[in-house]
């Protein structure tokens, strides 16, 4: 059983940066792929940003690419997710995943474990 705890949400100013943080304990950590997903009120969770278990390999949605970035540090279990110029429409609670055998990273229902997720509010 993995647990998963995000940190590093709150209120920013559009334009302005927040760095999120999701710690896993209770497995090991590299076995896993991780992904970001955001829900804003009213509208279904959606995919954010996913990373494979080792090298190079990270999936952004169109809406922050070139925005956000992806990264893990597997020797501290931990994965962050960068966020840059941020928008109003970037606000929602952000969840981390992870996932054992993830065929379509952007889906929620490929993912086997959530964290409970933190708020991010973009104001104009």
């Known amino acids: 059983q993995v647990q998963l705890v995000e940190s590093g949400g709150g209120l920013v100013q559009a334009g302005g940066s927040l760095r999120l943080s999701c710690a896993a304990s209770?497995?090991?950590?590299?076995?896993?792929?991780m992904g970001w997903f955001r829900q804003a009120p009213g509208k279904e969770r959606e995919f954010v940003a996913a990373?494979?278990?080792?090298?190079?390999?990270?999936y952004y949605a169109d809406s922050v690419k070139g925005r956000f970035t992806i990264s893990r540090d597997n020797a501290k279990n931990t994965m962050y997710l960068q966020m840059n110029s941020l928008k109003p429409d970037d606000t929602a609670v952000y969840y981390c995943?992870?996932?054992?055998?993830?065929?379509?990273?952007?889906?929620?229902?490929?993912?086997?474990?959530w964290g409970q997720g933190t708020q991010v509010t973009v104001s104009s």
């Open positions: 995943a992870a996932g054992l055998r993830i065929a379509l990273r952007a889906k929620a229902s490929e993912y086997d474990y």
């Open positions: 209770g497995g090991t950590f590299s076995d896993y792929t």
């Open positions: 990373i494979l278990r080792f090298g190079p390999g990270t």
